[in-house]
């Protein structure tokens, strides 16, 4: 079946303009991460979302970082007003339970790249 | 602050040889440790996981080794082979809900086997 699909692969934007990243989870996954990872710095958590609750947001590193799911489904991360430091890969990952339970599906990410 | 410290940062093994990845942790929280394998332009996959109630866990050539009082974890690639070629990520988070749904990566370890 489909994996977890993001889009758009590759953004390429001006500093200060936002952008708008979307996950596609696999159907029936109700949990959603997103991660970020920069090059040699690993993955870095951002947020979790629970159907369409995000109970945990404490990875989202500022105010100009917001996140939401629609539906149990799709989910957007927003970056507004981006800044070069904000140029990284973005993952969404989904899972069908908790951490520990069942592994997470990460998609391909959304390359970003803030000039 | 990195939660999870892994090493080396980069491994060239020989084909047939073993590859080595360790990890460290603080958290005595932490009892979910998983790793994942990450293919240039691909998200990471899960590879194995190990919960803290054992000490090794073998699933094909991967094997991790876990030492609680030690709070370390390594990544075992017996035979390894040019396809495994690719960057290691280990992890680690806490089950319980409670302390957030994050999963801790290391900062990862690119393995190249040669032919």
């Known amino acids: 079946g489909a994996g977890v699909s993001q889009s758009p692969s590759n953004k390429v934007t001006e500093k200060g303009k936002d952008v708008e990243l979307r996950c596609d989870p696999i159907s029936g996954h109700t949990a959603l991460y997103w991660y970020r990872q920069s090059l040699g710095q690993g993955l870095e958590f951002l947020i979790y979302?629970?159907?369409?609750?995000?109970?945990?947001k404490s990875g989202l590193p500022s105010d100009r970082f917001s996140a939401e799911r629609t539906g149990g489904s799709v989910s957007t991360l927003t970056i507004q007003r981006t800044q070069q430091e904000d140029s990284a890969v973005y993952l969404c990952a989904s899972s069908y339970g908790g951490l520990g339970v069942s592994p997470l599906h990460f998609g391909n990410g959304t390359r970003l790249t803030v000039t | 602050q990195q939660q999870v410290k892994q090493s080396p940062q980069s491994l060239i093994v020989q084909k047939g040889g073993i590859s080595i990845i360790n990890c460290a942790y603080e958290?005595?929280?932490?009892?979910?440790f998983p790793w994942y394998q990450q293919f240039p332009g691909k998200g990471p996959a899960l590879l194995i996981a190990i919960r803290p109630d054992v000490s090794e866990k073998k699933e094909g050539r991967f094997t991790i080794s876990f030492n609680k009082s030690a709070k370390q974890f390594s990544l075992h690639i017996m035979d390894s082979q040019p396809g495994d070629s690719a960057t290691y990520f280990c992890a680690a988070s806490t089950t319980n809900s409670n302390s957030g749904y994050a999963l801790n990566f290391g900062k990862g370890t690119s393995l190249l086997v040669t032919p």
């Open positions: 958290n005595t929280a932490f009892d979910y």
């Open positions: 979302f629970q159907g369409n609750s995000a109970p945990d």
